[in-house]
């Protein structure tokens, strides 16, 4: 079984940045890809960004092209969220998930591991 253990997240004001990071931890961690969704209280879950786990591939949402960064390391079994340039939309619990299928980019019902989450508020 893999499990999913985001964290990074917290109270920042607008402008400023946060990395979030997952470890990703199971007998045989092989995902085609790893994603970052978020969901803000009373949306639904929205996908962020997508990093293939070999080449390095990626694949934002266009409101956060150029500020938010996804990468992933895959001695450690690891993916981060470098967010830049934070706005108060940007405020949501972000989930960390995994992707076996090979599906590209996936979508949230793609997704075949999730991590519980970890809070980001953006003040403004």
């Known amino acids: 079984q893999v499990q999913l253990v985001e964290s990074g997240g917290g109270l920042v004001q607008a402008g400023d940045s946060l990395r979030l990071s997952c470890a990703a931890s199971?007998?045989?961690?092989?995902?085609?890809?790893m994603a970052w969704f978020r969901q803000a209280p009373g949306k639904a879950r929205e996908f962020v960004a997508a990093?293939?786990?070999?080449?390095?591939?990626?694949y934002y949402l266009d409101s956060v092209k150029g500020r938010f960064t996804i990468s992933r390391d895959t001695a450690k079994n690891t993916v981060l969220l470098q967010m830049n340039s934070l706005k108060p939309e940007d405020t949501a619990v972000y989930y960390c998930?995994?992707?076996?299928?090979?599906?590209?980019?996936?979508?949230?019902?793609?997704?075949?591991?999730w991590g519980n989450g970890t809070p980001v508020t953006v003040s403004s």
């Open positions: 998930a995994a992707e076996i299928g090979y599906r590209w980019p996936p979508s949230y019902y793609d997704m075949d591991y």
């Open positions: 199971g007998r045989t961690f092989s995902p085609y890809s």
């Open positions: 990093i293939r786990w070999s080449g390095g591939s990626t």
